[in-house]
């Protein structure tokens, strides 16, 4: 079957403008993740739903980051007034269930000019 | 939180050459992922170790979980240009979901 989506692949944004990146996880699967990649090194986790409830955001670096999944399957992560900093690949991740693998998507690539 | 520290950081080798990269803790771990992302691509889940002492082969990889839970490693046998990537570990301490990488081991094969 399909896999995790995501897109747009890739966004170049001038600091100070929003974005909007865009999950669809794999059918049927109850857990979201979001991760932030930086270049050369391991995903860092951001955030974690299940179903509609996003139940836990410790690691969303700031207050212009933003995360929902109003009908428990796509997921928007938002990122307001974006600086350079938050240039990096954010995965999205969906599992069936909470504790179970997780089946990661091909990543948007951020570059904030 | 609990943090996987992983070695080499880099390895380059000779198709046909073996290669392992190391992961290791300082407090014991519930469980050890290992997944490969090749360049510009996604991370792939390969295998999940829960434990202690566990081995377990995928082809020509042999995946281990130390005795004490603290540490694992991936070995490769022979390898392939198709082996070319990034080899992470990771870890979800105790009965939590949150993904936890270590930074990886860039292997690079020379045909």
């Known amino acids: 079957g399909a896999g995790v989506s995501q897109s747009p692949r890739y966004k170049v944004a001038k600091r100070g403008q929003d974005v909007a990146l865009r999950c669809d996880p794999i059918?049927?699967?109850?857990?979201l993740f979001w991760y932030q990649q930086a270049l050369g090194q391991g995903p860092e986790f951001l955030t974690y739903f299940q179903n509609e409830a996003q139940l836990d955001k410790s690691g969303l670096p700031s207050d212009r980051f933003f995360a929902e999944r109003p009908e428990g399957s796509v997921s928007t992560l938002k990122i307001q007034r974006t600086q350079q900093e938050d240039s990096a690949v954010y995965l999205c991740?969906?599992?069936?269930?909470?504790?179970?693998?997780?089946?990661f998507g091909p990543g948007t690539r951020l570059l904030v000019l | 939180g609990q943090q996987v520290m992983q070695i080499p950081q880099y390895q380059h080798v000779q198709e046909g050459e073996d290669f392992t990269t190391y992961c290791n803790s300082s407090t014991t771990l519930s469980n050890i992922q290992w997944y490969k992302q090749r360049p510009g691509g996604h991370p792939v889940f390969l295998i999940q170790?829960?434990?202690?002492?566990e081995v377990k082969k995928q082809k020509r990889l042999t995946f281990q979980f130390g005795e004490a839970k603290k540490n694992s490693s991936l070995h490769i046998t022979a390898t392939q240009t198709t082996d070319v990537g990034t080899y992470f570990c990771?870890?979800?301490?105790?009965?939590?979901?949150?993904?936890?990488f270590g930074k990886g081991t860039l292997l690079t094969v020379n045909p």
């Open positions: 991740a969906s599992s069936p269930q909470y504790q179970e693998t997780q089946y």
């Open positions: 059918s049927g699967h109850v857990s």
């Open positions: 990771a870890t979800t301490p105790g009965s939590n979901y949150k993904l936890t």
């Open positions: 170790l829960v434990k202690s002492g």
